[in-house]
């Protein structure tokens, strides 16, 4: 009863508790006291030896996040590897501390995460999708022998073939491990020439020979000669890969996003315009009743994420129908659509693109509430990319007085000009020493808040607020 928390099965035994102890000998007071510790025990059981274990290793684990923070959430990101949630919130603590966390480098990198010499935790190689540990080790081995890679061409001519297959050089490449190579990009990687081989082949074909070469002259009379060094392969002409694509392959290999996220360029729009994560959408469907019977709660729910996978196909009536997986920083949720809502929303169902949308909990079915059946449906949906301009309305910046100089006001004309947009521009000046504050609006600049202007107002120490307007009202005109 007090193991498995069963207080009505262990109110039951009282009497016959109390019965038997005093049949023994023992007094009531006695009786009564331990059995109101068993009350409070089957509410929650801890016994005092675990609770002394967990207490002392909270406290080695608080000092040493406390005095070595990088080095403790790098071995915290080592042991969950498996599991992205726990990723997650540990990355999210990286973030919170001011620790950076790169992306994998073969000349930094370790089998699992590691702290480098400015203080940030440097992906370990181990964890790129294709690598094994061997190879790891041959890498790690070669570097600590010979020193850093210098060039891709030194990579490939140390590292033994028999440890990097093409598999893992386009690994590397989309993960970007070579990013620290001067004149390179990941683009350049996958880059096919007029053979239709790409620079990982031709990189590849030329340390083969360059190696078959090594251990012919090795033997040779003549011993190394520069002459018969093989030709290094021509890296092609590429630019960087669009953003949206290098982060495409770099979570493909590493399994999250590590260079930036796709939802980063539009930091603004999700504070302003969403209200609920991904990773809530879950508990919101498990919890529907609950909702729907709390007339304070809330019935919508609006969401900023990315598609990461679109199915298309149909349904056992052969309607049309799509399930569709959205992402933000928190975890994915895969919602369904079918037949006229699938027509309606197809413009919006590609892969890699920032939407924002508005669910709301519907009634399915049943009359009355105690028969009626609720969904969370999607009801609304817009490019992240034009939601600024469509639901927000006014933009007002908080001005000091002390600031306003002639070469304050100059500067910040010159951001409204640069970054001209749909949103009206209203100051609020404050005058903090006696107590006043006006509100003025500008007749000569709509302003959008693109990055730059909000980087200018936070080098300047200034605050802003926006209005908006109903995402569902916005949608119906």
Known sequence: AMGKKKLDVLMGLHDKYMEGGKANGHKEEILNKIWDQWVKFASYAFNKSHATCYAWIGYQTAYLKAHYPAEFLAANLSRNLDDIKEIIKLMDDCKHLGISVLGPDVNESNTEFTVNKKGNIRFGMAGIKGVGSNVVNSIIAVREKGGPFKDIYDFVERVPLLSVNRKVMESFAAAGAF????????????????????????????????????????????????????????????????????????????????????????????????????????????????????????????????ISAVEHGVTRSNRPMARVTIEDYSGSYTYARFGKDYEDFLQYAQVNTAVLMLFTIEKRFGKDDATAKYDLRLKKMMLLANAGEQLLENFMVVLPLEKLNEKFIKSFEKQCKKNKGNLRLFFRIVDSEGNMQVQLFSKSYHIAPNPEFLKFLSDNGLSYGVSKNSFEVQQKR
């Open 179 to 306: 990013d620290s190579f001067p004149n390179t990009s990941r683009a350049q990687f996958f880059v096919a020439d007029l053979k239709g081989e790409s620079f990982i082949d031709s990189l590849l074909k030329y340390a083969n020979k360059y190696h078959n070469d090594s251990l012919n002259q090795a033997a040779s009379l003549f011993g190394n000669t520069e002459e018969l060094k093989p030709i290094r392969p021509e890296a092609p002409a590429a630019g960087a890969f669009d953003q949206m694509e290098m982060l495409r392959r770099e979570k493909e290999v590493v399994g999250m996003f590590l260079s930036s996220h796709p939802l980063d360029k539009f930091s603004f729009e999700v504070e302003h315009l969403a209200d609920t994560r991904v990773d809530e959408l879950s508990s919101i469907e498990t919890s529907i009743s609950s909702i729907v019977n709390d007339k304070k709660a809330r019935k919508t729910f609006t969401v900023a994420a990315y």
